[in-house]
């Protein structure tokens, strides 16, 4: 520990005034019903002391912490390992960094600390919360919500209507994946299968969606799960081949398990393009252009989608004029209730 | 925003019970000096209304929040590319979550930014501050201590005596270059040349130390600046092969830049090892093992610096009983001042 400069407590203070502990804080927040010389006592030793009065304290008054709260709904582990979370994370660090708010980043071991993110949330130590990469039957929307900080969400949440009232950005996966399957379409193939992301996130729904919108009646072979990791398309891969030798095409639910796919496509002996054209989702660099083939994908823009969630929240909480709890009605009223950004076709060698 | 379940305000409860905001702050900080049917009327309404007092108002009196921060003195594109953070923050996370407390990571684009987290550290939203990279002439450590939270650095911090009474946890990087650089010439290697960390940061300054204790009067054309990054080996190796073409070995001060200077060798035809040996400091896998040749290297255990970081500001919170401000003293003359954790040699190809 650091223990060159203690920072004056509200204890100190009250010793060198000669009062309680309470009349200190009565006097830092304001001075309500506190006797003038008293006043007097407490303000001339925090002067001494060089006393700062506790952000908490602070807090209560200006309700404003100049923080923004950014929750990964994923183990640690992966947020450091799937190059998505970094360029989300990216774009949300300019955004508060140019505003000067404080990214604060609560990393968890997995789903059953979500509770504890929820106290943090609740504790008054952020103006809002970015939370993205949900799951249906997580507890971390609800826990948000008690938690009762303005919150913009990554990505469609799942729960109710669809929306339940969020703010969220999200690409458009069912539009984006409907490009990809035209595309393969487009060039001759017919035995089109899909590897699916984490089939308990909106985006990968939304994504076998826009697959079968082309794809009507394809046989339920053609699909195998997958979870949007590179070893999670790699097994869906061998699946697909055993089920469905004659497969021509293939299109993963993102680049990672589209890498998967690639390897093992190498490792058995078919040619990509040639045999089974493959596409993924994503445009996730160095990944899309390093695999062999460079791969074609479905571009969306990730560090944007950060950028947005952290502007539209920043913009929620100015227009609130910094207490957060009041003018929610209005607020809900003007804002957008989702901002879906559009995705490109970036054609590279394996489709 | 998440509109639908408000978290009800103290203004709130203020307006239910008919009285003035100061007036239900104090019932809620413990009534002190509120008259016996004011205190009634606050309770009733906060019942009524389901209030959950502001943390920030809970912890001026408990003075705990279940959390620790975690400063990382790099720019977030760093945190996330290099995997020695990761790693470090992997047994920060293991230990916090042990204890159930959050992990705040607070994010920067740089050092510009340092003094926002230093008024975040300072603001009363973490119980104690975990810090590592830290760079000369960085304002941050002195941030960190007119914040005053209990610290404990990654790291040996490199101000003043060397030390300036803090915790800190480190490797012996000084022990460990001098075994590094003794494995290279009992290979019968007489040209040895070094690569040097970030020369603003002690870990790069003490393997040199290292480096040097052995090699007594090695040719100052023999060391070459680096900054830790494969790009920063890459350019450090091929100014040594242009000012000493007869080198046949050298020392990287970590994985990452021998793996840029092993790129360098192969692409100028130079075998490793029989050309030039290699050596680098880490073991950061799976680098270490995927470079080609694999490298030899000298082993730190990463992951456990970042747990000892975390179990010794928690043990050392605990024995505060739950004041850090207290009992400073006492806890400066039992704490070690640093923790020097033992490093070993990996044999692999590279030399």
């Known amino acids: 520990m650091t223990e060159s400069a203690p920072r004056p407590t509200l204890e100190a203070v009250a010793a060198r005034a000669g009062v309680s502990r309470a009349t200190v804080s009565r006097v830092v927040n304001g001075g309500d019903g506190v006797r003038r010389p008293l006043v007097e006592r407490v303000r001339r030793a925090v002067e001494e002391l060089g006393y700062v009065p506790n952000q908490a304290a602070r807090s209560l008054v200006t309700r404003r912490h100049d923080a ?11 947020v450091f390992a799937d ?52 799951h249906l039957e997580d507890p971390l929307p609800e826990l948000v919500r008690r938690a009762g900080v ?10 109710g209507d669809g929306t339940g009232g969020a703010v969220y950005v ?5 539009g984006g994946a409907r490009e990809a399957v035209r595309h393969l379409v487009g060039l001759g193939r017919r035995r089109i299968a899909h590897i ?18 082309v794809m009507a ?11 949007f990791t590179p070893a999670g398309g790699e097994r869906a891969m061998r699946r697909l081949l055993e089920r469905c030798p004659d497969l021509d095409a293939v299109f993963a639910a993102n680049d990672l398990s589209a890498s998967g796919a690639l390897r093992v496509l ?32 479905i571009r969306q823009d990730i560090e944007e989608m950060g950028r947005l969630m952290a502007r539209l929240l920043l913009r929620g909480l100015d227009r609130r004029g910094g207490t957060p709890d009041s003018g929610e009605a209005s607020a809900a009223a003007e804002a957008p209730s989702g901002v879906v950004l559009p995705t490109t076709l970036v054609r590279r060698a394996s489709a």
């Open 217 to 227: 009646g394809a046989a339920p072979e053609l699909i195998a799960e997958g979870d």
């Open 68 to 78: 923004i709260a950014v929750v990964v709904a994923e183990p640690e582990t992966r």
């Open 170 to 174: 999200d690409s458009d996966n069912r």
């Open 266 to 297: 190498r490792a058995l002996g078919r040619r990509v393009p040639e045999d089974v054209a493959v596409i993924g989702f994503d445009d996730m660099l160095p990944v899309a252009e390093q695999t062999d083939p460079p791969l074609t994908t």
């Open 83 to 134: 190059p998505f979370f970094a360029l989300q994370l990216r774009g949300i660090s300019k955004e508060l960094t140019a505003h000067d708010s404080q990214l604060v980043l609560l990393l968890t071991e997995g789903r059953a600390d979500h509770a504890r993110v929820g106290r943090y949330l609740a504790g008054g130590h952020v103006d809002g919360a970015l939370v993205f990469s949900l």
């Open 150 to 159: 303005p919150t913009v969400f990554g990505g469609r949440p799942g729960w």
């Open 196 to 213: 699916t992301g984490a089939l308990d996130q909106t985006s990968a729904v939304d994504r076998l969606d826009g697959f079968r919108d």
